[in-house]
């Protein structure tokens, strides 16, 4: 598949929109842009050819847009805050008809709803590790401090929760310490999860973040970035494990100079054995 053709990217917050703004533009596509009011960054109008902002929840407008300038593929890329969602949110007619049918309002249940909308209006959705495959983390070490025996059993056994916790669609982050799990993501978000596990543990915590199983990659990929490294630091913890293949990471060089500097262990690891296959 080209991406040459005009591509239309759906932007939410943070610096992943436009990351991948620039890797198209420096692929030679043209962009169309419709950015979520409140959330999208503004140097991101500067890379797009055609650019459009919209409430949350204005779908036909939007899907009006990426047609009228001939994006029929389309990347959702970037987040949106709870305040949005809570606040900001402005559904029209087909967001109206689509929460209708839905019976749980969780995030992937949402996104596959809308993207088998945009479907519907001839637009196709391509994933951001298609357009930005080398921000993936690969599988592995990626610091210079390696975790202990101990600490390597409390990662993965993070990430073997983590992908209980995502087979449910309740999160996608878990902190654990000394082989107890002591915080699992809800609401609140992973940083917020991270402290509230640093706070119920007297000892080091270990954080594992993942992609959900059965996750469709088209639709919200986790991310990992500077501020959250710097979340990890400020509560001395011992050490983080990645999805494999799965995680985003943002600025990379950045959060893993910041590790480094803090005998902060980061660790890529591919899926492993879930609970209960392990209990078979």
């Known amino acids: 598949m080209s991406l040459k053709k005009p591509v239309g990217l759906i932007a939410g917050n943070l610096k ?20 979520l009011k409140g959330e999208t960054e503004p140097q991101i109008k500067e890379l797009a050819d055609f650019y459009l902002e919209l409430p949350l ?43 209708e049918k839905l019976d749980n309002f969780q995030t ?74 002591v915080a699992l993501e809800g609401a609140d978000g992973t940083d917020a999860t991270i402290r509230r596990g ?9 954080v594992a973040k993942v992609f959900k199983p059965k996750q469709d990659n088209r639709l919200d990929l986790p991310v990992i970035g500077l501020e959250t490294i710097a979340v990890l630091v400020e509560c001395r913890a011992a050490g983080l494990a990645l999805d494999a293949k799965g995680v985003i990471m943002l600025d990379p060089k950045d959060c893993l100079d910041l590790a480094n500097q803090n005998a902060l262990a980061i660790v890529a690891l591919e899926e492993l054995p879930s609970i209960a296959d392990g209990q078979r």
């Open 108 to 181: 992937d249940a949402i996104l596959r709803a809308v993207a088998e909308w945009l479907e519907e209006q001839g637009l196709y959705l391509v994933s951001v590790a298609e357009i930005c495959p080398d921000l993936l983390v690969k599988p592995g070490l990626l610091t210079q401090t390696a975790p202990s025996p101990a600490l390597l059993e409390d990662l993965r056994l993070a990430f073997k929760v983590a992908k209980e916790l995502g087979r449910l669609d309740v999160g996608q982050t878990v902190v654990v310490s000394d082989k107890i799990t």
């Open 57 to 99: 929840g204005q779908l036909r407008p939007m899907a009006d847009f990426f047609r009228e300038h001939g994006a029929q593929k389309i990347c959702m890329v970037g987040g949106v805050s709870r305040e949005t969602v809570t606040s900001g949110y402005e559904p029209d007619e087909a967001a109206f008809s689509i929460m």
């Open 16 to 35: 992943l929109p436009i990351l991948t703004a620039q890797k198209l533009r420096h692929e030679g596509s043209s962009i169309v842009v419709v950015g």
């Open 198 to 206: 640093a706070a119920l543990s007297r000892k080091p915590i270990a």
